[in-house]
């Protein structure tokens, strides 16, 4: 088994700008599991926000490289937990070794992903299409370059609930709105009852992540539905966020991959909670991994392929909104033959 790494610096169609952060390049980090015969394709991007470099995370993943050339494990499972006591400070690492790990056992099992968990893509959800926060007039133009049946928009303005007036004036898509901590419990439970009335379906992570009070205020008042995002980071937050939201978003980058998702995913069914997969601004390869989860999910927001200009990679492909999942077994992303 051989453990490579390929680094890209992908280029957004748009700046793309949310209530902490703004950029118009997105570093990524894909990692390959080769035994000479499968290959697994895993990805992670860097993160300011939570201190993740391409750096950080090859610096990490070279601790276990050892571990992962000598293959005395059966599934990606085994591998995640073998990995997990030097990977455990480093999510996003673990994240693209657990995607590599397990799009190889897939394919050698002879196996779809989704298959290889028993799953069946009969019914499942369609992903939105995320509006990063800009002029209203740019943040029209960016939904009219790209017609879609669900769009999220991030908000944390001072202009929040006029942005999404002018957004309804232009469309009949279902919204979603992401505030990424902007919000108080006041401006919240304020304005969820005028946003319903604008065609949305849930507020996520309206307040800071350490705003318990605030968010028990919002789940007891809120018209809308609150989803988790910053507030559910790894499989120990669920729990907590039980009472506080109506579901989590659940990020395979920070939590360490699909192995650890499908735990948390378990568990917030178990709690009633409705499940939500989101992404970073990752190439095919990552948005693929988390096509599979699908058939598990209420919602996703799976579109980080389509911000970006020059994809390296081939995998799952969209129709309007629908996830169209690529031919050939594992998640069925590969990187493109000039970067191999």
Not at 212 to 224: D, Q
């Amino acid at each position: 088994m051989r453990l490579t790494y390929h680094t890209f610096d992908l280029q957004l169609k748009h700046t793309f700008t949310i209530a902490h952060d703004s950029r118009d390049v997105q570093q990524t980090l894909i990692v390959q599991l080769n035994d000479g015969v499968f290959a697994g394709f895993g990805e992670a991007t860097s993160n300011p926000y939570y201190g993740i470099t391409i750096g950080n995370m090859t610096a990490t993943l070279d601790m276990v490289k050892d571990i992962v050339e000598k293959g005395k494990y059966s599934s990606a499972e085994e591998l995640w937990a073998m990995v997990h006591p030097l990977l455990k400070d480093n999510s996003f690492a673990q994240c693209a070794l657990d995607e590599a790990a397990q799009d190889y056992f897939a394919k050698k099992k002879g196996q779809k992903l989704y298959e290889s968990w028993g799953l069946s893509p009969e019914n499942i959800p369609m992903t939105n299409f995320t509006i990063g926060i800009d002029t209203v007039e740019k943040m029209v133009a960016k939904m009219k370059e790209l017609p879609w049946p669900i769009y999220k928009i991030k908000l944390g303005t001072d202009e929040d609930l006029r942005i999404v007036q002018e957004l309804r004036k232009n469309t009949d898509a279902l919204f979603r709105v992401d505030a990424n901590c902007g919000w108080t419990a006041e401006k919240t439970i304020e304005l969820a009852p005028k946003l319903a009335a604008l065609g949305v379906e849930f507020i996520e992570q309206p307040l800071p992540a350490d705003d318990t009070e605030g968010m028990k205020a919002v789940f007891a008042e809120s018209a809308l539905p609150v989803i988790a995002d910053e507030s559910c980071i790894i499989e120990e937050d669920v729990e907590p966020c039980h009472g506080l939201f109506h579901g989590i978003n659940i990020k395979l980058t920070k939590c360490g991959g699909p192995t650890a998702a499908l735990r948390m995913i378990a568990k917030a069914r178990e709690l009633g909670m409705k499940t939500m997969v989101g992404c970073m601004t990752e190439t095919s390869v990552g948005i693929s991994a988390i096509a599979h989860l699908l058939p598990l999910l209420d919602y996703v927001d799976m579109d980080g392929s389509l911000l970006i200009r020059n994809d390296p990679a081939t995998g799952v492909t969209f129709n309007f909104g629908k996830v169209i999942y690529a031919p050939g077994n594992g998640t069925g992303a590969s990187l493109k033959p000039e970067f191999l």
